[in-house]
């Protein structure tokens, strides 16, 4: 009850600002009530993670006719509950200060709290229509609070992006869910899990599946909407789309591929590591190309998408195979790394906003010296940045560490195909991984560090202490993740056992506070051990300069880098920074040309570098895909013009078309 009352006051929060939306203080009243819900919602999946309560259910008297409508709360959705109400919480806090700063936020609260019901409500359905409606309620609110700035163009273009991809989403799970249920018609998950999908129709469901909830979490090729959609967004929407969204297309993927079909072939898991390794590498190099603060952090989702499919395909594999053990360490790994991406991720947008609403930029490089004006903002963002860059102790190195843990096991199946592409992923991996340092290095170091590059950045203030107070809760999830890992895998084998069989610990073997994965002799980790142990060596060293140190102060000028002009243009910037990594892989992935047009002699203008790239999923996919659509609809606007011989010619055509027709069905 605590569950299904606080998913009720979603919309009914929805129709008060609609209704009194024109009152000042009705936003933040909006806001502080999905905070409460979201803060219900946390505490209810809390309550039935690890399976205490059972798995409740409950059935009410809509739907469709002859099914009625049907919600269950089981290990898997009590722990996207808390993924997903978690960053919830913390961004509708946020929203209460940072909403006062737009200026189209009537165009954007109505809409929030039914993206929180939509996203919920995907988690608790129990049949396949109510899945697909909540699928539809997250997918179109997001979508109005996308198109929110409709004014700006870029704006337009990205929301209609976004409802494409969203309706193609759609119309792959509708036919999954179909083939699932079956000629009876039977659309509750209980029925489906006793159908056995073989042949054509298994093909169909898991090709179907990886289709549909792919495009909502940003595989490539189907990511396209992301670096889009997200910067459109306020950025508190952003986090939730970026952080959250994506792993309710994740939960879809688990509870279809893992509960319900239950049966894939290992072939499907290699598939989805190699795509999931394609898409880390691919995701983070379109990240460190960009300038866009909110678009970089949009490809940086696109990557860790990537390493969690890696993670979930490593599990199929295993399953298949009958490693059981195995495919339970790997689904604890990827959904470790869902829940760590959801709080960092969240982190990483909601800093972004504060640095957008303090500055009024999205360029990085317009910023720099940001530290010592946003010094609250500042430190939360470098938290958040090093778990991005899977930096220990922080949380993003954890689940990425069990990742690769599982990955040096995958040699050992009796199938060539993953004998020799497991490393291949794996390297991939290891490489995503480094150039997500050098990605958030450049963002850091520029944003942040250094000196102002503008007047905005020179005159920035810190934000709210609503907006503040965010932050600093989710970094200090980032630490507290990293930590004590040993009590989130212990959580998370409560989940994975009904969908692998088994109930694995990740700790049997050395006990708390060790993570072993494999086994003690082989890898081990323990970040409480890290912590302390780097807290013990800090106190004394401290120790050591205060009690042998000299006490003199020496001064000296600051290293000028061979010049006295306090010139910012000197300082290097995201583009310079991203030079070497661009010339080594932009040429090849990109098409990254650089030219410099210089003045002729005499001329005291100044020289020109130019750097012209291309998006190849964009120009190679969708480019081509969209000219078709155009060329077949210029052709077909044709007819709105012909003469009325035209129409009657026409006609007369389809009569004799029909007749034909007919003749051929009586000749046979």
Not at 200 to 215: E, Q, Y
Not at 497 to 521: E, R
């Amino acid at each position: 009850m605590l569950i299904a009352s606080a998913l009720l006051s979603l919309p009914l929060l929805s129709l008060f600002i609609i209704a009194f939306g024109r009152w000042e203080r009705a936003h933040a009243v909006a806001y502080a009530g999905c905070f409460i819900a979201c803060v219900s919602l946390f505490s209810g999946g809390l309550e039935h993670l690890g399976g205490v309560w059972g798995a409740p259910s409950l059935v009410l008297p809509f739907g469709l006719p002859w099914l009625k409508a049907h919600f269950r709360i089981d290990n898997l959705s009590a722990l996207f509950l808390l993924v997903i109400n978690f960053s919830g919480a913390i961004a509708s806090a946020y929203a209460i200060g940072y909403s006062e700063h737009l200026h189209e936020r009537r165009r954007v609260t109505p809409f929030y709290p039914l993206f929180l019901f939509g996203m919920n409500t995907v988690l608790v359905a129990d049949d396949a229509f109510v899945f697909l409606v909540a699928w539809e309620f997250m997918s179109l609110a997001s979508w109005l609070m996308v198109l929110a700035d409709h004014e700006k163009p870029d704006n337009r273009r990205a929301a209609a992006v976004y409802l494409m991809m969203a309706v193609f989403g759609t119309f792959c799970l509708l036919p999954a869910l179909g083939l699932m249920a079956g000629a009876g018609g039977d659309y509750t998950f209980a029925a489906m899990r006793l159908k056995d999908l073989t042949g054509v129709t298994g093909f169909l469901v898991v090709l179907l599946t990886l289709l549909g909830t792919g495009s909502k979490a940003g595989l490539v090729p189907l990511h396209v909407w992301l670096p889009l959609a997200h910067p459109a967004a306020p950025s508190h929407v952003s986090a939730l789309m970026s952080g959250v969204m994506t792993k309710v297309a994740l939960y879809g993927l688990i509870r279809i591929l893992f509960d319900l079909h239950g049966d894939v072939g290992w072939q499907w898991g290699a598939a989805m590591m190699v795509v999931g390794g394609i898409t880390a590498v691919m995701g983070v190099l379109y990240a460190v190309m960009q300038d866009d603060i909110k678009t970089l952090l949009a490809y940086s989702t696109v990557e860790n998408v990537g390493v969690v499919v890696i993670g979930l395909g490593l599990a199929i594999a295993f399953k298949a195979d009958g490693e059981n053990l195995l495919a339970a360490l790997a689904l604890v790994a990827g959904l470790y790394h869902i829940v760590n991406h959801s709080v960092f991720k969240s982190l990483l947008f909601l800093g972004a906003g504060a640095v957008i609403t303090a500055t009024g930029k999205r360029s990085i490089s317009a910023l720099g010296g940001l530290l010592n004006r946003l010094p609250v903002t500042g430190a939360a963002f470098l938290v958040g940045a090093a778990a991005a860059s899977s930096l220990p102790p922080l949380n993003g190195f954890v689940s990425e560490w069990l990742i690769l843990q599982t990955l040096f096991k995958g040699p050992g199946l009796p199938h060539w195909a993953m004998k020799f592409g497991v490393p291949v992923v794996g390297a991939l991996l290891a490489l995503a991984a480094a150039l997500a340092a050098a990605c958030f290095v450049r963002a850091y170091g520029v944003a942040f560090l250094g000196r102002p590059r503008t007047d905005a950045a020179r005159q920035a203030g810190e934000v709210t202490f609503g907006m503040r107070a965010s932050l600093v809760v989710l970094a200090g999830a980032c630490v507290v993740l990293g930590v004590i890992p040993v009590t989130v895998t212990d959580a998370l084998s409560h989940v994975v056992q009904p969908l692998t069989g088994v109930s694995f610990k990740v700790s049997a073997d050395l006990g708390w506070p060790w993570l072993s994965p494999v086994s003690s002799n082989r890898g081990s980790y323990s970040g409480t051990v890290l912590v302390m142990v780097g807290l013990a060596l800090f106190g004394a060293v401290i120790l050591l300069v205060h009690r042998f140190g000299t006490e003199a102060v020496r001064r000296a000028d600051a290293w000028d880098c061979g010049h006295r002009e306090d010139i910012p243009q000197t300082q290097y910037t995201g583009p310079s920074f991203a030079q070497p990594i661009r010339r080594v892989f932009g040429g090849t992935v990109f098409r990254a040309r650089e030219s410099v047009m210089m003045p002729p002699p005499g001329d005291d203008s100044p020289a020109r570098h130019t750097v012209s790239m291309i998006d190849p999923v964009w120009d190679g996919v969708y480019g081509r895909i969209g000219g078709i659509v155009n060329w077949a609809a210029d052709l077909v606007n044709r007819l709105q013009y012909l003469t009325v011989r035209g129409y009657l010619l026409m006609m007369f055509c389809t009569l004799v078309f029909m007749l034909l027709v007919v003749a051929v069905r009586q000749q046979s």
